[in-house]
């Protein structure tokens, strides 16, 4: 699905953040990936968006030189990137208005997905008048509408309290396993990466030393939580990081 190849990264006039990174993601595989501030997490997703390009090296999806964005990607940010003069059905609808899908299916399109994420009594609503869970499943919708088969989110749930963040990465999971896309969500919460990522990668601040690759076989189970070998990842994860030292209260407990 992914393949980044000897790609090098550096904003004009800084050292790289990345130098030789070399990574593959496989078709269906859902991605967490951790790493301090400054590491580069929110450079690497814009790089698999095709909203950054490479300074060396090159992003190849589904074989082809990613370079620019592509519209069967999907990418959901923290601040949830609603246009507040819009309703939520409005909002979920800007990216068929925008492909010129006709009223009647877009419509169609609209209410199944503000019905599947329990939106449908506030489909009238503005931003300022929903919560920020609320918002942040009219952005999913938004997303999730437009068909996507690589699913990209920075820090999606950062902002939001312990249940609703639960709540919406237990949709997000089973939302990826039912549509079978290829997901990868950038956060800086330990337990978030164990509990959506089947596979954790481990972003390091020296750009010249190889990425981690944690495997992750467990995840994917709704009730994983309150299994054992849940706690059991997440001491293995934090480890880790400590002996990168990275953590240096970079990480957040869930």
């Not at 489909?123 to 929903?130: D, I, K, V």
């Not at 963040?165 to 337990?191: C, F, K, P, Y």
Request: net charge neutral; proline share 6%.
């Amino acid at each position: 699905m992914i393949e980044l190849c000897d790609l090098t990264f550096a904003y004009p006039g800084k050292p790289p953040i990345f130098a030789g990174l070399s990574w593959s993601i496989r078709r269906d595989e859902r991605w967490a990936v951790l790493g301090p501030s400054g590491c580069g997490k929110t450079t690497l997703l814009y790089l698999l968006a095709g909203l950054r390009r490479p300074t060396q090296g090159a992003v190849l999806v589904q074989g082809q030189r990613l370079t620019g964005t592509r519209p069967q990607t999907g990418l959901i940010l923290q601040d949830f990137g609603l246009l507040p003069w819009a309703t939520a059905a409005e909002n979920v609808a800007l990216g068929l208005t925008l492909r010129g899908v006709k009223p009647a299916p877009r419509r169609e399109v609209v209410a199944g997905w503000l019905e599947r994420m329990g939106l449908s009594h506030v489909a009238g609503h503005y931003p300022a008048e929903l919560s920020g869970g609320q918002r942040q499943r009219v952005a999913i919708a938004r997303t999730l509408a437009l068909d996507p088969d690589l699913l990209l989110m920075d820090e999606p749930f950062a902002a939001l309290d312990t249940m609703t963040r639960e709540g919406l990465q237990d949709l997000v999971l089973s939302l990826n396993q039912r549509r079978a896309m290829t997901t990868v969500i950038v956060t800086h919460t330990i337990e978030e990466a164990v509990f959506l990522g089947q596979r954790i990668l481990l972003l390091r601040r020296d750009s010249r030393r190889r990425p981690l690759v944690v495997e992750n076989p467990w995840s994917g189970s709704l009730d994983f939580r309150s299994d054992p070998a849940f706690a059991e990842k997440c001491r293995e994860v934090r480890s880790l990081l400590a002996e990168e030292e990275m953590c240096g209260g970079e990480y957040d407990r869930a």
